[in-house]
């Protein structure tokens, strides 16, 4: 496709359960992001990749979260145990040299 | 610490009237600078991006951006403003140093556009 994709679009889940988020970056794009948007929030920077170099891991807020990406395909994030304040939009992007983000269409989390 | 403020959480104009939306930045060096706008129940698109050259950068949708060094500015307007541009705001800076991709964002304006 010529976007960023992201699956599922809605996931609502039981508070401990763990869910698994998807993101299909644009082909050649070597930046992933991982943000999260809170209702009524700005938006919070999670994770980042580039190509192979380690990745930039500093915006998880706990050790529930993780997020894996192979080379420059797609990369899934992982929310263990999840709780009621896990609940947001997370957004993926993917960047080529020079231009900004091209953001997926996000997946709505709910924990209920 | 490196950051983007946009100072105001929610702008408030009258459609027909110009829009200026701000966007302050601390970052070290000359980055590239964006603005992006979310539409209620859509994703974020990209509106604009300064890299170099002329401070005043055209974007989609009629708005435009204006580079101020000096400042460390750059805010987002438009000179008549439309009720469908009502939507959430987003100023974003990336560092130029090696390969650093990394979007650094302001939290958000949200304007709202009167009929």
């Known amino acids: 496709g010529a976007g960023v994709s992201q699956s599922p679009s809605n996931k609502v889940t039981e508070k401990g359960k763990d869910v698994e988020l998807r993101c299909d970056p644009i082909s050649g794009h070597t930046a992933l992001y991982w943000y999260r948007q809170r209702l009524g929030q700005g938006l919070e920077f999670l994770i980042y990749?580039?190509?192979?170099?380690?990745?930039?891991k500093s915006g998880l807020p706990s050790d529930r979260f993780s997020a894996e990406r192979t080379g420059e395909s797609v990369s899934t994030l992982t929310i263990q145990r999840t709780q009621q304040e896990d609940s947001a939009v997370y957004l993926c992007a993917s960047s080529s040299p020079r231009q900004g983000g091209f953001f997926g269409p996000g997946t709505r989390l709910t924990v209920l | 610490a490196q950051s983007v403020a946009q100072p105001e959480d929610q702008v408030n104009v009258a459609e027909g009237n110009p829009l200026t939306v701000k966007c302050t930045y601390s970052?070290?060096?000359?980055?590239?600078l964006f603005w992006y706008v979310q539409y209620p129940n859509r994703g974020l698109q990209f509106l604009l991006k300064?890299?170099?050259?002329d401070n005043l950068v055209k974007g989609s949708y009629g708005f435009e951006a204006e580079f101020n060094k000096s400042q460390t500015s750059f805010h987002l307007k438009k000179p008549s403003a439309l009720v469908s541009d009502s939507a959430l705001y987003f100023c974003a800076v990336r560092l130029r140093a090696g390969n650093n991709r990394k979007l650094i964002w302001g939290l958000g304006t949200s304007l709202a556009v009167n009929p």
């Open positions: 970052v070290s060096g000359n980055p590239y």
């Open positions: 300064y890299i170099t050259g």
């Open positions: 990749f580039q190509g192979n170099s380690a990745p930039d």
